[in-house]
């Protein structure tokens, strides 16, 4: 029993980096050649072969090495062919969606200059009024307010137009509250 484990070991010990090369040749990546070698010894040792010798064993294992690639790719090809069989009928929600939103916002502030970045973030991510910004940053209330009009600017060029939240959700103007019919009290 322990004759095939010695051929082994010697095959392993003297010509894994030639084996590890065959594979890398054959299949491109290096971690899939590892994978390829480990299986391929599997397939090699695991049928008793008598009087297998360390030089035949190479042999062996660098034609099983070529098989289980090829089969690998015949399977990932059938794969390809009858995977829409097995896809969901409708789409999932792509759960994603906001993190791609995010990361072009994102994307879209790396393009502003240092202060008008500052600018923008302070106001709509810690939500600080224009003159907290200005103390904070030591500037002029007026360049924050030509600030953050430049960088919003700037972001809906790169994101597209967009409403301030602020704008859409404000209560009624007073012109709206004086133009609305009024309802008699004591009728």
């Known amino acids: 029993m322990a004759d095939w484990r010695d051929t082994m070991n010697e095959l392993v010990r003297n010509r894994e980096r030639a084996l590890l090369g065959y594979a890398y040749l054959v299949c491109g990546d290096p971690t899939q050649a590892q994978d390829l070698v480990q299986d391929a010894l599997v397939r090699t040792f695991s049928k008793p072969r008598p009087g297998l010798t360390a030089a035949k064993a190479e042999g062996y294992v660098r034609r099983a090495i070529t098989s289980v690639y090829i089969d690998g790719y015949r399977r990932s090809q059938r794969w390809q062919r009858v995977q829409h069989l097995f896809r969901p009928a409708e789409t999932a929600r792509d759960e994603f969606g906001q993190v791609e939103a995010g990361s072009d916002v994102a994307d879209a502030l790396a393009t502003l200059p240092p202060r008008v970045r500052a600018c923008v973030v302070l106001r709509y991510f810690d939500d600080l009024t224009v003159p907290a910004i200005a103390s904070t940053l030591g500037i002029a209330a007026g360049t924050v307010k030509r600030y953050l009009s430049d960088g919003l600017s ?18 009624p103007s007073p012109a709206a509250d004086a133009a609305a019919p009024r309802s008699s009290e004591g009728q």
């Open 154 to 171: 700037q972001l809906e060029l790169a994101l597209g137009t967009f409403e301030d939240a602020r704008v859409r959700d404000a209560a």
